[in-house]
């Protein structure tokens, strides 16, 4: 199999629900009675196979099917596993058309699941898990990289304001405050060990901040794999995982998109090394003009800052996790490649950094 292939398989897809994970489905029928309108049982439940750090499960009914997001059991840290929040944006996005599953009610009572949840409509299409969507005939790939570029300008140019959302995060300075909080994070985890590349980059990313300071709704993980599409159509029918959404800077949420030009297939998913003319997809410039056109800009003059930006945080992300598989507290496989990965991101970076 090819690496696309082998994330696809580890990822599509349900499994029975894994032991620690069990649900009491008499306590969720009961609950779902009194709060899902339209619901009917009997139910069954199986846990999707994606890695996603909250549990999700797909629940089956002779009529319908739902899906449900928990925080996972045991101690969590503060903040992390904000399942409410995730409902919260997407119950907000759906009377506006834009394309999210249908949030049906929330439980923050611990007494019915031992966790808090959501139930969401279970959105029917395809997810692919490789940016070269080898699926797709080579005609109808542009299509498809126009659609997740519609998608996330039509985000970037919502009302948050008049969604409700105006304490969803903090407005403005967005970059001072997150680069501050990697760079402590990366300068304080003693087990992970120093990088060049990121010592570098925690000297230079504070200093050269573009004056632009919008603020919007932001994803904050826009990737081919966190998008449900139409079954046969180039259209985006569902923006999935908002578990980093928050208010921030647009340039920044759409740096992450295009990350996957610069991105190695095996680290997440990306397209570095593909011969996209031969694959038909439409390459990184042309990616940047449609959204610049989409939003009303002429151009993006600081690109190379958002993209350095980008994937030093994510560099910061994996370092983290370099750190916890040194401690023990990471022993998983994933954690362990993502680990073994993080210089390469600290220089992919640096790369980015020096072409400004």
Known sequence: MSGGETIAAANSGTTPVRE???????????????????YAGPLSAAQFRGGQSNPTYLLTTPGTRYVLRRKPPGQLLKGAHAIEREARVMAALGPTGFPVPKVHAICTDDTVLGTWFFVMDMVEGRIFWDATFPDVPRAERPAYFDAMNQVLAELHQLDYAGLGLCDYGKPGNYFARQIGRWSKQYRADTAAGRNADMDRLVAWLPANIPEDDATRLVHGDFRCDNLIFHPTEPRVIAVLDWELSTLG?????????????????????????????????????????????????????????????????????????????LRGTAANAQALSRAEAFPRLARLACAAMERT
């Open 20 to 38: 620690g994970y069990e649900i009491d489905l008499d306590r969720l029928d009961a609950w779902m009675r009194g709060h899902v309108e339209g």
């Open 249 to 325: 800077h647009p340039l920044a949420d759409f740096a992450y998109a295009a990350m996957m030009y610069r991105m190695s297939p095996d680290i997440v998913a990306g397209l570095k090394g593909a011969d996209l003319a031969a694959l038909g997809i439409p390459d990184e410039a042309s990616f940047v003009a449609a959204y610049c056109a989409r939003v009303g800009r002429e151009a993006i003059p600081d690109w190379d800052f958002y993209m350095t930006f980008q994937l030093f945080r994510l560099a910061a992300i994996f370092h983290g996790i370099k750190g916890r598989v």
